[in-house]
């Protein structure tokens, strides 16, 4: 697999009455249409439905569809399992507090999701137009939302398209890092999100020191910022970002939270 930039990226219509939004929305990201994903010459297709799109991997025997569904069942699992209580803590959430984060790498939007569940402001910066674009769509299709929490939190969510380096934080917000990890040993267990995000960032195991470095540049950018916290998402066991030991770290079963606290929260 080579870098991956907006040539290796198609858009194609689900069916004959997608085909005109999916000629829309072509236009408004700059990418080629085909008529069938499955021959398509590229990497990744964003398959456009009537009132839905999902990224589709290509090649040979690609993995099910991605789509970014806040109120799906994995989200509603996730937030009955008690999972999100671990992010929470690392940012700082307390009741009666409420807290903007800037999520700089904001990806399929899920961790922004469950901040703005816990009650936080999120603002999600994301360099993929793509997915800048998918998590938009998200954010319209969680603001009508039958479920009231999930209304609620879409309130409190932006999404902006970019790279998270050139932005300024707002005074006092939390900064979120959840950059690609540098390493995955077992390819085999790699999600289709996972190897979604790879394909549309050209992010394969001979890429890891690029996007180990551009982590770090991330990182830098972040302490920059006038932020009382910044809080980066790593694998259990792996080294910290940049190298930079935390103030202290919020551990799970598979990942870590390493926060590095810089001032007080507001
Ligand atoms: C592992 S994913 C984040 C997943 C996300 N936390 C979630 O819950 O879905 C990392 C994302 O960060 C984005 N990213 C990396 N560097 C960035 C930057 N400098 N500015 C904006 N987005 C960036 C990548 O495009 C990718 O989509």
């Known amino acids: 697999m080579t870098a991956v930039d907006g040539s290796s990226i198609v858009v194609a219509s689900a069916n004959g009455a997608a085909h005109r939004r999916a000629k829309q929305v072509a236009g408004e990201l700059g990418l080629p249409v085909v008529?069938?994903?499955r021959t398509a010459p590229a990497l990744v297709a964003l398959v456009i439905d009537v009132e839905s799109a999902a990224l589709?991997?290509?090649g040979d025997k690609p993995p099910g569809p991605?789509?970014?569904d806040f109120a799906n069942p994995a989200m509603e699992y996730r937030r009955k399992g008690g999972q999100n209580e671990l992010l929470g803590r690392a940012v700082g959430v307390r009741q009666g507090r409420a807290l903007s984060v800037f999520d700089?790498?904001?990806?399929?939007?899920?961790d922004a999701f469950v901040l703005a569940d816990l009650g936080c402001r999120v603002l999600m910066k994301e360099r993929s137009p793509v997915l800048a674009w998918l998590l938009g769509r998200a954010l319209d299709a969680a603001g009508i939302s039958a479920s009231e929490h999930v209304r609620q939190a879409a309130k409190r969510m932006q999404v902006e398209s970019g790279d998270s380096r050139l932005s300024s934080v707002s005074d006092g917000a939390v900064i979120y890092?959840?950059?690609m990890f540098p390493e995955r040993r077992n390819n085999a267990a790699v999600k289709k999100d996972l190897a979604v995000l790879q394909a549309l960032h050209g992010s394969d195991n001979t890429c890891n020191e690029l996007n180990e470095h551009s982590n770090e540049q991330l990182f830098l950018w972040a302490l920059e910022q006038p932020t009382p916290r910044i809080v980066v998402k790593r694998p259990l066991k792996a080294p910290?970002?940049?190298?930079?030991k935390p103030s202290h770290a919020v551990s799970g079963k598979a990942v870590r939270f390493d926060v590095y606290v810089l001032g007080d929260l507001p």
């Open 35 to 37: 008529k069938d994903w």
């Open 56 to 58: 589709q991997l290509l």
């Open 66 to 68: 991605v789509t970014i």
């Open 104 to 110: 700089a790498t904001a990806g399929l939007g899920r």
């Open 177 to 179: 890092l959840d950059p």
């Open 240 to 244: 910290a970002l940049a190298r930079k």
